[in-house]
């Protein structure tokens, strides 16, 4: 994920928003804010070639960020993934999974985690076949759009990093 994939990569994000069952966001930030915690090995877009050839059209995106900069978190990852509602039930959200996970483990990584609204049942669905499991869930958790949502928190151990 570079600054070329920007603009679409924070419209997919703005989509996600949109639909409600993403994220507690409810507004887009500039690239420079969306990028700024954003570990760049482990944050990668699924792109597909324009119908005209003149680019790449993004497809979906994953990026991860560190839980803490406290040196016994050193292998730990929150990450979101997203994926164009065009794009949907065409693999994209396990192909970029499946590099997320590529490459945090060659980097070491042994968690990967997230939260999840439990409405958004397609993105639970997604991590379980990734080899996420569902740790628990935070019961009103935060408020969205002035409604308590809980956010059930799934993680993937890697089986190679030990």
Known sequence: MTARHGAQVL????????????????T????????AAKLPAHS??????????DGERVLGWVAATAVSDRC?????????????????GRGVGSALLAALIASTEAAGIWTIQSGVFPENTASLA????????????????????GVWR?????ERRSPVVS
Do not use: K, M, N
Request: charged letters at 25%; aromatic letters at 10%; hydrophobic letters at 40%.
């Open 150 to 154: 809980d956010v059930v928190l799934i």
């Open 72 to 88: 016994a978190y050193v292998g730990v990852v929150e990450h979101s993934v997203y994926v164009h509602p065009a794009a949907r």
């Open 11 to 26: 419209d997919i994000y703005r989509l996600g928003i949109d639909e409600g069952q993403a994220t507690f966001e409810t």
């Open 28 to 35: 887009v930030p500039t690239w420079e804010h969306f990028v």
């Open 126 to 145: 997604l991590h379980a076949r990734a080899g996420f499991r569902v740790i628990g869930t935070r019961e009103r958790i935060g408020r969205h759009h």
């Open 44 to 53: 990668h877009v699924a792109v597909d070639s324009d119908d005209d050839g």
